[in-house]
């Protein structure tokens, strides 16, 4: 909110980056990490969990209205990180009901997230849910070692579409790296 209003009454608001934005003696990039960390760890080591409102919440101020883009990539990547910590059976930040909103109703919704303009941390973020919706509806059975192979039941995986319209759209050094 501070970096909103400062930047809507400051004449020079293009010459600002997240580094150089200083409010309260530190950068807006910090701030935005402060308080996701402090989200993380909040409802990481308590019985909390994040609801649908609060994603979506948080959705509509970092991700779909951000001040940067890089508020944006911070954020896609706490998600990120928030689902493979499920995955490897960390402190759950969210149920899956909040899980599986985040991907049908956030990440494979194209009015909710933009395709063409799509960070690597963006296509990061798509493919950690993509594997983690699939692999718990046994869609997409990963390999245990190296010497074993991924098993995908193509005609049923969740979010094929929207994967398709990332290939076909994000720019190109959004996928690169791409594991699926």
């Given at each position: 909110?501070?970096?909103?209003?400062?930047?809507?009454?400051?004449?020079?608001?293009?010459?600002?980056?997240?580094?150089?934005?200083?409010?309260?003696?530190?950068?807006?990039?910090?701030?935005?990490?402060?308080?996701?960390?402090?989200?993380?760890?909040?409802?990481?080591s308590s019985r909390l969990q994040l609801g649908q409102n609060?994603?979506?919440?948080?959705?509509?101020?970092?991700?779909?209205?951000?001040?940067?883009?890089?508020?944006r990539n911070k954020s896609l990547l706490s998600l990120a990180?928030?689902?493979?910590?499920?995955?490897?059976?960390?402190?759950?930040?969210?149920?899956?009901?909040?899980?599986?909103?985040?991907?049908?109703?956030?990440?494979?919704?194209?009015?909710?997230?933009?395709?063409?303009?799509?960070?690597?941390?963006?296509?990061?973020c798509f493919q950690s849910y993509f594997i983690h919706i699939?692999?718990?509806?046994?869609?997409?059975?990963?390999?245990?070692?190296?010497?074993?192979?991924?098993?995908?039941?193509?005609?049923?995986?969740?979010?094929?579409?929207?994967?398709?319209?990332?290939?076909?759209?994000?720019?190109?050094?959004?996928?690169?790296?791409?594991?699926?």
């Amino acid at each position: 909110k501070y970096a909103t209003d400062y930047l809507s009454s400051s004449p020079s608001r293009g010459s600002f980056t997240p580094d150089t934005l200083i409010i309260h003696g530190q950068p807006h990039s910090a701030h935005i990490m402060q308080r996701l960390s402090f989200l993380s760890f909040l409802v990481g080591s308590s019985r909390l969990q994040l609801g649908q409102n609060h994603i979506d919440s948080l959705w509509n101020t970092l991700v779909k209205s951000s001040v940067f883009p890089d508020d944006r990539n911070k954020s896609l990547l706490s998600l990120a990180d928030a689902v493979e910590a499920k995955d490897k059976k960390q402190p759950i930040i969210f149920q899956q009901q909040v899980t599986k909103h985040i991907f049908a109703d956030l990440l494979c919704n194209p009015t909710c997230f933009d395709y063409a303009s799509m960070s690597v941390e963006g296509f990061n973020c798509f493919q950690s849910y993509f594997i983690h919706i699939n692999h718990t509806k046994d869609l997409l059975l990963l390999p245990y070692s190296q010497f074993h192979r991924i098993i995908v039941l193509a005609n049923k995986l969740r979010g094929l579409d929207p994967l398709w319209n990332i290939i076909m759209t994000a720019k190109k050094q959004a996928s690169c790296g791409c594991r699926l």
